[in-house]
Structures are given as structure tokens and as C-alpha cells.
């Protein structure tokens, strides 16, 4: 079943960071990798989903014009946008509240709550989420942990399985995964190219 909001409500009650995103070395060590991984220097329309207390979307704003974030807890909502003045920071569920379409989606450390079924919802929004162009990015813990309905490895397993976009980026550690992709044709290897991009070949 997809963990619903009130399950992190209760996590927001308990810790206003629960999983110290703002102090853990790991986090903005991640937060880098994902910083680097994005083909583009600028993003028109940014969407994250589940952002939290709002670090990753801290390092995210300044690469797009017109920065969204989302999460499911109303508490995180308040921190996140207190945290990025000019972010609109809003309480949505995903896949139940739909994607807007966005030049860049970061899906980082949300997929693994939600069911399969829910997954394959979300996965069929970003197929049109994401412009033509655009960009999207996954990251995910690997490790299980025992509430959570789904695994990093199965979230980046069913992603590579459905998307048959190019792929920009596919980094593997003993603790995430991260994959970026863009939306273009298969086999499109000029699209996913941030060397082509500036004409280098
Ligand atoms: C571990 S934090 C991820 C924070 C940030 N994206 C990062 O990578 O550091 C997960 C957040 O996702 C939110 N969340 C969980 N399920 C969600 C859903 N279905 N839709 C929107 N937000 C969700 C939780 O409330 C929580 O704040």
C-alpha cells in the first residue's frame, strides 16, 4: 500500500527533520551528484515532488526560472517554503494530485512509498510531465526499510523498464541510485549529450 500523508505527519510531529537532510554530510554529498547530473544550466518550469524541509529544492531553485515544490505533509510545506523564499512550495500527492508539465522533474527519495500501482500512475504522468527536452531525474536510497512498500532498486528498476528515453546519466553506489534522463526518441544519443549540446562533436 502507498504510505499515506498522515504517515509522514507523524514523522513531521516527531522531528522537524526527520531524515537530517539539512546536517548529513551523505545528503549534500547526494545533493551534488544530482546538482552535477542535470544536462542543463537552466530550466525554465522545475517541479520536485516530496520535497521535504526544502535542501534539495535550496540547490535546484537557482537553476530554473519558475521553481515548484511539492510535498504531502503540510508541516514539511511550511519549513520548505520558509526555507526557499520565491519556490512555490504546495501540499500535493502524487501521482493522486497530477503532474504539471515542466522543463525539469526531480522525483529524489519519493518513489519507494508509493505501491506499484501507484508508481505505474506516476510513471504514465511523466511520459507528458516532462517538455520535449526536458529533463528527469531519479534518485533513491537502496537499502529496504521495513515500512516502505517498495525499494530504490525496484523504483529504478520499473523506471528503466517503462522509459525508453536517453539516458544522460546512470550512477550506481552501494547506498543509491541515480538515473537522468531526457525526454527524446530512443536511441537519441545527441539528445542525452551535454557535449552536443554546445556543438563540441
Ligand atoms: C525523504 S524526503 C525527500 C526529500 C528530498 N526530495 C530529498 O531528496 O532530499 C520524502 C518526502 O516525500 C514526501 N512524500 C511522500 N509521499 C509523497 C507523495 N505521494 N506525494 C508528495 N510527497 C510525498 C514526504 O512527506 C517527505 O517529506
Not at 121 to 134: D, I, K
Not at 142 to 160: E, K, S
Request: aromatic share 8%; glycine share 4%; charged share 25%.
Amino acid at each position: 500500500m502507498t504510505l499515506p500523508p498522515a504517515y509522514f505527519d507523524d514523522l513531521y510531529a516527531a522531528a522537524d527533520d526527520p531524515w537530517s537532510l539539512r546536517t548529513r554530510w551523505y545528503e549534500r554529498r547526494k545533493y551534488a551528484l544530482s546538482a552535477a547530473a542535470l544536462p542543463r544550466e537552466q530550466y525554465g518550469d522545475g517541479l520536485e515532488v516530496g520535497c521535504s524541509v526544502g535542501e534539495l529544492t535550496a540547490v535546484l531553485a537557482p537553476r530554473c526560472a519558475r521553481m515548484t515544490a511539492w510535498d504531502a505533509s503540510a508541516a514539511a510545506v511550511a519549513t520548505a517554503a520558509a526555507r526557499n523564499p520565491g519556490v512555490a512550495v504546495e501540499r500535493r500527492v502524487a501521482p493522486r494530485d497530477r503532474l504539471p508539465v515542466v522543463d525539469l522533474l526531480v522525483l529524489s527519495e519519493v518513489l519507494y512509498y508509493l505501491a506499484p500501482s501507484d508508481l505505474a500512475v506516476l510513471v504514465e504522468q511523466v511520459r507528458t510531465a516532462v517538455r520535449p527536452g526536458g529533463t528527469l531525474l531519479a534518485v533513491h536510497w537502496r537499502h529496504p526499510v521495513a515500512d516502505y512498500p517498495q525499494t530504490g532498486d525496484a523504483v529504478h528498476a520499473a523506471l528503466r523498464t517503462a522509459l525508453d528515453w536517453p539516458r544522460v546519466a546512470a550512477h550506481e553506489e552501494p547506498d543509491l541510485l541515480l538515473d537522468c534522463w531526457v525526454r527524446a526518441a530512443a536511441g537519441d544519443g545527441r539528445a542525452a549529450s551535454v557535449a552536443a549540446a554546445e556543438d563540441l562533436w
